[in-house]
């Protein structure tokens, strides 16, 4: 499969393409603008239509040929179809995606190098991101909600590159995850996301251009989840 369309055209939300195979109910797609999911974040939302008849999309499914955009109905379209993502569901997972980004940038930066041990966006405009801190004070973690929304407030530029996956490996801070390895394109390349002046690492995800296009954010409750594992989950 080649590198998804979302990472080199992030802006591109409608787009007229060929399907590759059909199915009742689906439609397989080389080059889709939607975003699959994965790392905690949720897949796009958004319609398919063809030949004057639109439906939602349900699921999308990876395979080694493309991407698989499930719908409903049973109607098999052949030919072009046209796909579009829903832009205000893209914006939030964006927005949410970013600021999981600058929550682990500060914990990481401020608690020794904790590494993070699972993230979960939500379609309701939280997210949480949990990270291994045994023995954390809860007040301490709660006190990132001002450093937090003064990033916001710096308004710093978003960027992203390619590097060889085993070049990577070799970087301190690029792979933050205990469990879950970054996803590796047909090339051997890994994307790293880079916030200016504040943190840089491996994901394959959507964000924003800037940390300013994100609304002030709150830190709303610290858990523990077993011995080692703190919650820390943040609304907009």
């Known amino acids: 499969m080649a590198c998804p369309f979302y990472l080199d055209h ?3 939300l409608e787009l007229e393409v060929d399907t590759l195979d059909t199915r009742p109910g689906a439609v397989l797609i080389e080059r889709s603008p939607f975003f699959s999911g994965g790392g905690g974040q949720l897949a796009d939302r958004g319609h398919i239509r063809w030949s004057g008849v639109g439906a ?3 699921e999308l499914v990876r395979d080694e040929r493309g991407l698989w955009h499930v719908f409903e ?3 098999a379209p052949e030919g072009r179809v046209r796909l579009e993502v829903d832009p205000t569901f893209r914006a939030l997972m964006c927005e949410l995606h970013t600021l999981a980004h600058v929550v682990n940038a500060l914990v990481y930066q401020r ?3 904790a590494l993070l041990t699972g993230a979960q966006l939500g379609a309701d405009g939280t997210f949480r991101v ?3 801190l045994p023995g954390a004070d809860s007040d301490a973690l709660r006190a990132l909600e001002g450093p937090l929304n003064d990033v916001i407030r710096a308004d710093l530029p978003v960027s992203s590159t390619f590097m060889p996956y085993c070049e990577a490996q070799a970087v301190p801070g690029l792979f933050r995850s205990k ?7 047909p090339d051997g390349l890994v994307r790293i996301v880079e916030i200016a002046g504040l943190d840089r690492q491996a994901c394959g995800g959507t964000h924003l251009a800037s940390t300013g296009q994100a609304r002030p954010a709150r830190i709303v409750r610290i858990d523990n989840k077993g011995r080692q594992n703190r919650r820390i989950k943040v609304s907009v």
């Open 10 to 12: 992030p802006t591109v």
């Open 56 to 58: 939602p999309i349900k």
């Open 73 to 75: 109905g049973e109607a």
């Open 111 to 113: 608690f020794g190098g």
């Open 130 to 132: 949990d990270v291994d």
């Open 179 to 185: 469990a879950v390895a970054p996803p590796t394109g």
